[in-house]
T-cell receptor, first 113, second 111 residues
Framework: DVKVTQSSRYLVKRTGEKVFLECVQD?????MFWYRQDPGLGLRLIYF???????EKGDIPEGYSVSREKKERFSLILESASTNQTSMYLC????????????FGSGTRLTVV | TQLLEQSPQFLSIQEGENLTVYCNSS?????LQWYRQEPGEGPVLLVT?????EVKKLKRLTFQFGDARKDSSLHITAAQPGDTGLYLC???????????FGSGTQLTVLP
């Protein structure tokens, strides 16, 4: 069964810590995405990548960076975690979003205290 | 930035009732998708519609893409408790490599 795996389901970090969220897909997809999901705000795109070592900013990239050294892995980095980054983080991959849509991971619920 | 507005935001109904969820935009989309998300999980793709006026059926769920490709609806017939979840619409526009999501409709079907 094809899937997107996020390394942690729940994570609690302290303000100022550097946080790594890992995402791995086994479908050989070129496109990978990081979203955050907050009540009333829907899914907001942080960063996406359409090829190895390529990255593009989404709608809310401030405070985040990403790394894609291998096709199957897309990492989201919170350089210095803040309480307003407490959220559900969703990783997705796609063969082509327009026709094939996204396959999402189960999400990482991050709490910054 | 293309926006997708979903309505209603919350919907609570009894088992067996019918319901419709709407997804509207002022922008044209090349395709539109519907996802369902259950608590603690990521969204799961239900359907993709690509042609204006297209209607797709998935068991008790009927999806329609507007003629002008700016809006879509999801109709559920005889809702069941297993239909409970967050329903999200998402659109692909032109050459954009990513999807724009609506804010979602939280559906609760009571037994």
């Amino acid at each position: 069964d094809v899937k997107v795996t996020q390394s942690s389901r729940y994570l609690v970090k302290r303000t100022g810590e550097k946080v790594f969220l890992e995402c791995v897909q086994d479908m050989d997809h070129e496109n990978m995405f990081w979203y955050r999901q907050d009540p009333g705000l829907g899914l907001r795109l942080i960063y996406f990548s359409y090829d190895v070592k390529m990255k593009e900013k989404g709608d809310i990239p401030e405070g985040y960076s990403v790394s894609r050294e291998k096709k199957e892995r897309f990492s989201l980095i919170l350089e210095s975690a803040s309480t307003n980054q407490t959220s559900m983080y969703l990783c997705a991959s796609s063969l082509g979003p327009e026709i094939y849509g996204y396959t999402f991971g189960s999400g990482t619920r991050l709490t910054v205290v | 930035t293309q926006l997708l507005e979903q309505s209603p935001q919350f919907l609570s109904i009894q088992e067996g009732e019918n319901l419709t969820v709407y997804c509207n935009s002022s922008s044209v989309f090349s395709s539109l998708q519907w996802y369902r998300q259950e608590p603690g999980e990521g969204p799961v793709l239900l359907v993709t519609v690509v042609t204006g006026g297209e209607v797709k059926k998935l068991k008790r769920l009927t999806f329609q893409f507007g003629d002008a490709r700016k809006d879509s609806s999801l109709h559920i017939t005889a809702a069941q408790p297993g239909d409970t979840g967050l329903y999200l619409c998402a659109g692909a526009a032109g050459s954009a490599r990513q999807l724009t999501f609506g804010s979602g409709t939280q559906l609760t079907v009571l037994p």
